[in-house]
Structure formats: structure tokens, C-alpha cells
């Protein structure tokens, strides 16, 4: 079985510019999370979709983050424009069924190095 | 606000003994737990979970125990090997997964 698929794995731009990750879950999974790592910190939710439906995106910063899960499979994850604080290892899981974490684990794809200069 | 805090960001094992790493929570509301392991390069992966309700949880080499009143969790890993070696995550299962900052656990030949 395919694991969750990430690209880029890594990404250079500087302040101001655009960037885009995608993210292709396991095959059959109905919930997708994206996650921001900052060095030194554990993950933190950005987003969780459940097949193409936003569940949480309380977290997110709306005002230069944007994603999209449109046909319920694959998604991306834009950041627009970027900051020097949002250099980070960007994430994304899936799991099978409901999306709640005490019942359905969450499989992580290696994730997306992003490097703000 | 940390709501899950894992206080030492580092620990160093020999081989063969026992590596105990820590968690706190603060919420009162999580009624589940789970840990990630991490290796260089790779995301997590999902390694024992314990519920609010038990306190235990063995799976091998990992077992897991949970102490509600003092908030507080711990994974040991007995015997330890040096393929243990990588970052180990808490995670609390509240509205969200919430994750500790990690712990790098060393183990030595």
C-alpha cells in the first residue's frame, strides 16, 4: 500500500513570494490534515478536511493560507504571500475513516521542507 | 498555550536497558493519547495510543502508561535498540491532535 505522497520535499523562496505543496493521501482515505512543523516544536493542525470538507481550519492563517481538497483525494496547501516565520516542515496526513484521532490513526507523509529567505 | 509539553528534548540510552520518556498535558478534556516516532527525513509514524479510561498499554517492547490525576504520561521501551533511535512525539486527542515538542532518545551500542 502507497503511503501518503508529498512534493516538494524541499522549497527556497524568499519573503513576499508564493508557494504551493501538494499532498496525495492513501488510497481510501476519507480525512486529510495538514500540518506546520516549526524546528524544535511538535506539528500543528493547520487544516483537516473529511473527504472534500473543511472540519477545522481554526488554526490556519486565512489571511496568507489558503487549501483546497476539490474532488476529495489529493489537496494543496498555498501560502501567499510568505514570512520569515513561516519557514517550516509542512505535513500532510490522512486517516481511513471519521477523523477522530482517538479512533483512527493518522499517516503522515514525509513532508515538505520550506525555507524562507 | 502548551497544552502538551514534553520537558526533556533530549534523552541518551545504552542498549539493552530501559528508556523511559516523558509527557504532561494540561487539559483535563483529552481522552486519548497517542505516540509518534520520528526518524530523520521521514514523517511521523503512529507507534502505541492508550484511552483516558486505562492505565496501561503494552505492545511488545513499548508499553505506555497513563496517570490522569497527575496529568501526566510516560512510554517505556524495553530493551532499548539502536534502531529506537529518533524523535518520539506525544499526542493528545482533544478537538483536535495536539503534539508535545519531542523528545530525540539516543540509544548507544
Known amino acids: 500500500e502507497a503511503g501518503v505522497a508529498q512534493s516538494p520535499r524541499y522549497k527556497i523562496i524568499e519573503k513576499r513570494q508564493s508557494v504551493a505543496f501538494w499532498c496525495n493521501p492513501i488510497s481510501g482515505h476519507a480525512t486529510l490534515y495538514w500540518y506546520q512543523q516549526i524546528l524544535g516544536q511538535g506539528p500543528k493542525l493547520l487544516i483537516q478536511?473529511?473527504?472534500?470538507?473543511?472540519?477545522?481550519d481554526s488554526q490556519l492563517p486565512k489571511d496568507r493560507f489558503s487549501a483546497e481538497r476539490l474532488k476529495g483525494v489529493d489537496s494543496t496547501l498555498k501560502i501567499q504571500p510568505a514570512k520569515l516565520e513561516d519557514s517550516a516542515v509542512y505535513l500532510c496526513?490522512?486517516?481511513?475513516?471519521?477523523?477522530?484521532?482517538?479512533?483512527?490513526?493518522?499517516?503522515f507523509g514525509a513532508g515538505t521542507r520550506l525555507s524562507v529567505l | 498555550d502548551q497544552q502538551v509539553k514534553q520537558n526533556s528534548p533530549s534523552l541518551s540510552v545504552q542498549e539493552g536497558r530501559i528508556s523511559i520518556l516523558n509527557c504532561d498535558y494540561t487539559n483535563s478534556m483529552f481522552d486519548y493519547f497517542l505516540w509518534y516516532k520520528k526518524y530523520p527525513a521521514e514523517g511521523p509514524t503512529f507507534l502505541i495510543s492508550?484511552?483516558?479510561?486505562?492505565d496501561k498499554n503494552e505492545d511488545g517492547r513499548f508499553t505506555v502508561f497513563l496517570n490522569k490525576s497527575a496529568k501526566h504520561l510516560s512510554l517505556h521501551i524495553v530493551p532499548s535498540q539502536p534502531g529506537d533511535s529518533a524523535v518520539y512525539f506525544c499526542a493528545a486527542v482533544g478537538s483536535r491532535l495536539t503534539f508535545g515538542e519531542g523528545t530525540q532518545l539516543t540509544v548507544n551500542p
Open positions: 478536511f473529511q473527504n472534500n470538507g473543511v472540519v477545522d
Open positions: 492508550i484511552s483516558s479510561i486505562k
Open positions: 496526513a490522512s486517516s481511513p475513516v471519521s477523523g477522530r484521532a482517538g479512533d483512527d490513526i493518522q499517516y
